[in-house]
């Protein structure tokens, strides 16, 4: 007799999903995944429950693990019981069940597999048949080189790349990539005319180009370069218009990395203070990168109607990501004004003021803000390069992060915090953590005397 969990392992390592949905009575849970409010260091799985034959009411079964609880992200945690999770339903609906003999059911889905394979395996024989006897019956003419053997031209690649790129890239990203992907192009053109077709460029001249970058720019410009090239190389390697992508193994420079220094509390509340009284739109865009942690282009999208007053909830297009939703709490929902009397589509914030029409896009409108609040509030405070509107992002998770640890572990701070501020994993709000210097030691002094 087939043990079920073994059954199931077996299943989910074949990663094969059968196209067969048996008609059964319902006798069964829809299987879930138990995450534990997303506490890492707790054990995460695949549970259900089946109908006992005996008593006729639904049981729960022993939880599925997998292998899941061996890895330290949410996210690949996720991605293996998501697939347990897919693999036990497809069980169940064949008809699978913990409390009889499964040999049957499995006997029959394997005599429903080999059919299938003795079919495909039929379709080949007549097809390689059949080749066969064209082949002897076309003359073969002189070997020549043909279109298909040169591959595509250079213009035949990039406009391709860029049908694709148009569909699924977002504009800001859009633009620069063509940007990068158009200059190298017009490289191309006037360094390397003897170049003709797409497969003879190869890592030596892509090398060359971004040489040449840097030397006219930077470092951290020329990876930006290599990163699009990367793009373009995988999607032609994608579509077989080259043999592979060797922009993967050129690497990426060292660059020193710059950030917004974080306000002091004096600081914070002497923006705040001048900004009540001179421009209280850019005070009210400032503390929602402040306390809804948005980043500011993600405020420069925000529509009247993206605000759920009834849930006291927002909807926003974060960093590359779908749509989210976050609370609004109440240190800032008391700030919000009457949104009533303006339409859906209206943008929340414009150039005017609160709520309105404004054409652009959110690059431009960020860049707006930014010289504004250069204009109203660096020049005022004598503000240097280190500090901008990201920098209150920086200052308020800091703040939040010390208080939540004072009455929690470190670990349980930052599972909360995760929730509040809407990183993706522990690990990239732990990187985060250290690069804006949220955690800092006690005084050590002690030790050292």
Request: proline residues 3%; glycine residues 2%; aromatic residues 12%.
């Amino acid at each position: 007799m087939l043990n079920f969990n073994l059954l199931i392992e077996k299943e989910y390592k074949s990663a094969y999903e059968s196209a067969y949905d048996l008609s059964l009575k319902k006798e069964y849970s829809t299987p879930k995944i138990y995450t534990a409010n997303n506490d890492l260091s707790k054990r995460w799985y695949v549970y259900f429950s089946y109908r006992n034959p005996d008593t006729g009411k639904l049981k729960r079964q022993t939880p599925i693990y997998g292998e899941a609880n061996k890895y330290k992200t949410k996210e690949e945690r996720l991605a293996v019981l998501t697939i347990l999770r897919q693999t036990l339903n497809k069980l169940l609906r064949q008809g699978y069940s913990p409390y009889k003999n499964n040999d049957s059911v499995y006997q029959k889905q394997q005599e429903i597999l080999e059919k299938e394979e003795a079919i495909v395996e039929t379709q080949k024989t007549q097809k390689v048949k059949l080749e066969k006897e064209v082949a002897v019956t076309v003359k073969r003419k002189p070997r020549k080189s043909t279109k298909k053997e040169l591959g595509a031209t250079l213009k035949e690649a990039f406009d391709f790349d860029m049908v694709l790129k148009e569909k699924t890239l977002q504009a800001s990203s859009l633009r620069s990539y063509s940007s990068h992907i158009r200059i190298f192009k017009k490289w191309l053109q006037e360094n390397k005319k003897q170049i003709k077709y797409i497969k003879d460029v190869d890592k030596s001249i892509v090398s060359e180009f971004l040489l040449q970058i840097m030397t006219k720019t930077s470092a951290r410009n020329r990876n930006n370069y290599r990163a699009s090239l990367s793009s373009f190389f995988s999607t032609l390697e994608d579509h077989e218009l080259v043999a592979e992508n060797f922009v993967k193994k050129i690497k990426n420079h060292k660059t020193t990395t710059t950030r917004n220094k974080t306000y002091t509390k004096v600081q914070q509340k002497e923006i705040f203070d001048y900004l009540e009284k001179e421009d209280p739109t850019l005070l009210l865009f400032i503390q929602f990168v402040s306390f809804n942690f948005l980043r500011p282009i993600e405020v420069c999208r925000l529509k009247v109607g993206d605000i759920n007053t009834e849930n006291r909830t927002l909807s926003f297009k974060a960093k590359n990501s779908p749509l989210k939703t976050k609370i609004i709490p109440e240190v800032l929902w008391k700030e919000l004004p009457d949104l009533s009397k303006f339409k859906h589509d209206d943008f929340l914030f414009t150039y005017k003021g609160i709520g309105g029409a404004w054409e652009g896009t959110a690059d431009y409108k960020r860049n707006y803000f930014s010289s504004r609040f250069k204009k109203v509030v660096k020049d005022k405070f004598g503000l240097g390069v280190d500090y901008g509107m990201y920098s209150f992002r920086h200052t308020f998770i800091t703040k939040l992060y010390r208080a939540l640890v004072e009455d929690s572990s470190p670990h349980a701070a930052k599972s909360k915090l995760m929730q509040i501020t809407g990183h993706s994993s522990m690990t990239a709000l732990e990187q985060y953590l250290r690069d804006i210097d949220a955690e800092l030691p006690e005084d050590y002094s002690k030790f050292i005397k």
